[in-house]
């Protein structure tokens, strides 16, 4: 029951055509962001900081969203065989804790030698738009349909002292 | 043993001002990303599909090395209290698994009401480029200082297949 990934060749790419990915974020997904980025800042990970910070609540990773749009590009629009090329980013309105947040792409521009511009936003369960931004990608030549591999289980436990911890 | 957070609150950020961050690329790194963002293009994943990519081999997310930056810029440059507002990224070479990058801030021009241009980017190893951009944030306007939440450790292990995978 594996994941089937198809992608849409340059050539079917169709002006205005839309694809989406919705997540809802959860701790273990800002546990997980902090620890494959290393980025540790107490807004997403300090529930007293977090209190004391602009938005007085533990808030998700802006690049978390970046990472949501990335993964339509690569996944369903244009899909597999994409080559990302340029990103711009705009973080308009905080992701908070449990928020389920859409990652939107939309095909905005053909350019020549398979090149395109995709307008690219996130949006929160309540409509609010949480990033937007523009990507450049170069769209794949062929079309290409292929089993998605089976992601590994991930599982969080409290640190070990005697263990070491990640740089 | 907790690591202690600093921040540069706008008056101390100097122009030419650096900070970095170095990582080595490992496939539990590549398997996480694909967790947390929901990107399981192949491109990634799959050794067997990767052999006839463009690159002829496993590649990391390219956002994976905007998430570097912004955990530079979230944790040591300007640091904690910052607020993310815009980054550009031009993805200029492929991260390869093994790689070891470092992403690098560098304070460029600071504006009016606290905000600050900041140049981005990420160099493999061998010194080529794999992404570089800008960041517009708005700087802390006070001096944090602060220990760091522990991560918790982080166990990959192979999907049973009677566990629900991730959507």
Known sequence: MSVILRNY????LQHGQEASLKRRLTMKDIELFAYVSGDINPAHLDREYAKTDLFHQIVGHGMWTGALI???LGTRLPGPGT?????TLQFTFPVMLGDEVTATVRVKKKLRKGRVVMECWCANQHGDVV????????????????????LPDVELRPHLP??????
Chains 1, 2 share one sequence.
């Open 83 to 87: 080559i990302y090329l340029e990103q």
């Open 70 to 72: 990335s993964a339509v």
């Open 9 to 12: 060749p340059y050539d079917a």
């Open 162 to 167: 005697s263990a070491p911890q990640r740089d």
């Open 131 to 150: 990033v937007k931004g523009e990507a450049l990608v170069l769209a794949p030549q062929e079309k290409i349909e292929r089993a998605a591999v089976e």
